[in-house]
């Protein structure tokens, strides 16, 4: 049989020594790809978890837990590039309108812009953010359990009258029945009180046009009137118009000089040509018969050549204002929304959805909102000691004058020289002690004993103790104070989770732009 051919082995690996280096080599080679394999996957693993970092984990992180709703970092900074692109083009409006009258921003307007989207300050702008966002989830667990709701149709409506569109008519604005709180003016008895000096009335000067005051004998010189130049100059013209014609009494032109005298104008030429009486011939019956077609035939040849030229004056149509309809608020809402990165339209809605239910919870607030408080007209002498307060209520009981004490010893330095007068107040305005003491204090009283407060001891005068209606910012500023309150109520029974954490999350952008920062 024949025996197979065996290939030569190569000599250099039949030795041991090669052998053992090559498989040693293989074994490098295969610990470098499976290192490097772990370092690509490692870099992929780093570059996967920092997308879903981005996009999935950091967003999603909660910051705040309202019941089950929860406040992301998502929702937090998108709020927050929306307030500040808001101060952003306020400034922006701000400044064109000071250009539009020629003048510069004045340094508090515009520090009080630039400031606030400084980055140093951005964590102002945070916590208003922060907060806001924790009491819209309050409101709408409280307004729901109240029985509060915002329908989608609202919702489209408020949505259209942003862009200006009515598709039901422009609405009448309604204004809000507000009292009027006119300062009430002190009695008698209050005057009396007060101990101040009545104002002297002034004299009555007649004026110089009065004629019944003046007499007969009033101011001839020149520039200044007199009886003569009070009569009413007859219009020129004929001269004869009567009294039946200008609706003035008939003048006696035999009455003696000195009465009033009617100015009249010199007759001219004219004047006497319109005087003298014109006989026209009276043509006969046959005759104007004969002349009346002559006469229609003129009327309407003149009346068929001035034709054109009416008709060739044609009035100027006055422009037609364009009728917005709801493809060009579909158009202006799309266009807007495309280039606004800061708000799109499910954001700007869901602002829509809280603003429409605080107003129905607002309103509803509004009923329980006073429109008028219990007032009291105080005035005091405020002294440092027990002792120096029972000297000054001695020195009252025995007749000295107020005004002149308090000027002397009290220590309010604000009031002190005008008898310590507070003017009115309502109760929350005054600490508690001294409050207390002057509602429950009678009208020109004088506090019985010093009333101790945090400043030191007080004598207390009553001026007035009334009932007055609250002016427009009063009321407004109790409503949004009760609406306040109404929140921070219903939070402390609701399972709220807050954390600082939202301090590392503040954006501080977008900037004013730099040609509009003014240095």
Known sequence: MPTEKKEPKHPRLNNKANRARHEKENQQIRILKIAGAAVIGLIALTLIFGVLFATVIRPNKVLAKVNDHKVTVSDFEKTVRY???????????????????????????????????????ASLIGSQVYTTLIDQYVLEDAAKEAGFTVSDAEIDARMESLFG???????????????????????????KLLNYTATPEPTEIPAENDLESLGEEGPTADGE????????????????????????????????????????????????????TVEEPVASEEEATANEPAENDALEAGAETEAPEETAETATPEPTATVYTEEMYKKNSDEYFASNEYADLEFQRKLVFYELLGNKVRDDIEKTVAREEEMVWARHILVATEEEANAVLERLN?????????????????????GGDLGWFGKGRMVAPFEEAAFAQEVGTISNAPV???????????IGHEIHPLT???????????????IDDHKAEMNVKSSDDWQNYVPTEPTLPYNTVQF
């Open 83 to 121: 307030r500040r692109s808001q101060l952003i083009d306020n400034y922006e409006y701000m400044r064109q309108l000071y250009q539009s009258f020629g003048i510069e921003m004045d340094e508090a307007t515009r520090s009080q812009y630039e400031n606030q989207l400084q980055p140093e300050y």
């Open 165 to 191: 569109y009515f598709p039901n008519g422009t609405p009448t604005p309604e204004p809000t029945e507000l009292p009027f709180a006119e300062t009430a003016t002190p009695s008698e008895e209050q005057l």
């Open 225 to 276: 009137l007199t009886l003569e130049t009070a009569a009413t100059a007859v219009p020129e013209g004929t001269g004869e118009e009567t009294a039946e014609d200008t609706g003035a009494e008939p003048v006696d032109e035999t009455a003696e000089s000195g009465k009033i005298e009617t100015e009249t104008t010199e007759p001219t030429a004219d004047d006497a040509a319109n005087e003298e």
């Open 398 to 418: 025995n007749g000295e004058d107020w005004n002149a004490v308090a000027a002397e010893v009290s220590t309010d330095t604000s009031n002190a020289q005008n």
């Open 452 to 462: 101790q407060s945090d400043f030191g001891y007080h004598i207390i005068q009553i």
């Open 472 to 486: 427009s910012s009063e009321y407004s500023s109790r409503l949004d104070a009760a609406y306040t309150k109404w």
